[in-house]
Each structure stands twice: as structure tokens, then as C-alpha cells.
């Protein structure tokens, strides 16, 4: 079994940062993908952030430039760092991760965390 431990939420005034961490933890024979969702009121779960095994990244249009996606050497944890934080970017943030376990290849998720912009 995999698990995802995903710390880092809160309130931010806009234009302020935060930097989300996500620790992958289990039957991990390897990593093929850690990323991160999000999922405002209201809204469907979209894509923010992927970093795939190697150093390839992809962003969604509205975070480029603004959110960094990167991974601890020799460590299964992921961290996003998001700057220049708008009253648009709040909304519970999800780990994902694609792994290959001792029992197979999984999609995994966290259980979210909430960030919050506002003045």
C-alpha cells in the first residue's frame, strides 16, 4: 500500500507564498509521476503541476511563471512552491501520485490540503 502525506495549507494575503510539501511512503518499487491538483468551490479537480521521473515539469497556463514543482533528491516527497498568490488560486490542493508498488502500478491521492488567498 502507498500512502501520500501532503503539509503546507493556510492563509496568505495576495501576492504572499506558501510552499506545499507531499511524502509518498509505502510499497514503492518506483515513481513515475508526483503532482498536485486543485479543486476550488464550486469547480472541477484540475491539473496544477506535474513532475515526472527525470526533471520533465508541466503547468497549468494559470500557475506558469508563478508555481515551481520539484522533488528532494533521493527522497519520495514533492514540494510546490507558489508565489504571487491570487484570491483565484485558493482551493483544496491534492497530492497525486503514479508509482509502481510491489503489487503493481497505482494512482494514488492525498487527502488535500486547503490554501486560502485573501485580504
Known amino acids: 500500500q502507498v500512502q501520500l502525506m501532503e503539509s503546507g495549507g493556510g492563509s496568505v494575503q495576495p501576492g504572499g507564498s506558501l510552499r506545499l510539501s507531499c511524502a509518498a511512503s509505502g510499497s514503492i518499487v518506483s515513481i513515475n509521476a508526483m503532482g498536485w491538483y486543485r479543486q476550488a468551490p464550486g469547480k472541477e479537480r484540475e491539473l496544477v503541476a506535474t513532475l515526472f521521473s527525470g526533471t520533465r515539469t508541466n503547468y497549468a497556463d494559470s500557475v506558469k511563471g508563478r508555481f515551481a514543482i520539484s522533488r528532494e533528491n533521493g527522497k519520495n516527497t514533492v514540494y510546490l512552491q507558489m508565489n504571487s498568490l491570487k484570491p483565484e488560486d485558493t482551493a483544496v490542493y491534492y497530492c497525486?501520485?503514479?508509482?509502481?508498488?510491489?503489487?503493481?502500478?497505482?494512482?494514488?491521492w492525498g487527502q488535500g490540503t486547503l490554501v486560502t488567498v485573501s485580504s
Open positions: 497525486n501520485a503514479r508509482v509502481f508498488s510491489t503489487i503493481g502500478a497505482l494512482e494514488v
